[in-house]
């Protein structure tokens, strides 16, 4: 993830925590800016 420093792993467990909602774009998944920026706060 750029600019974040966030691991691969550190998103999947948010996102299986409830944490992060994906948004997923064909095969990939993205995750909203806002959401992650107020994970980190």
């Known amino acids: 993830m750029t600019g974040f420093n966030v691991s691969h792993t550190t998103l999947w467990?948010?996102?299986?925590?409830?944490?992060?909602?994906?948004?997923k774009v064909g095969k990939r998944v993205y995750y909203r800016r806002a959401d992650i920026e107020s994970l980190i706060k």
């Open 13 to 23: 467990k948010w996102q299986k925590s409830g944490y992060l909602v994906p948004v």
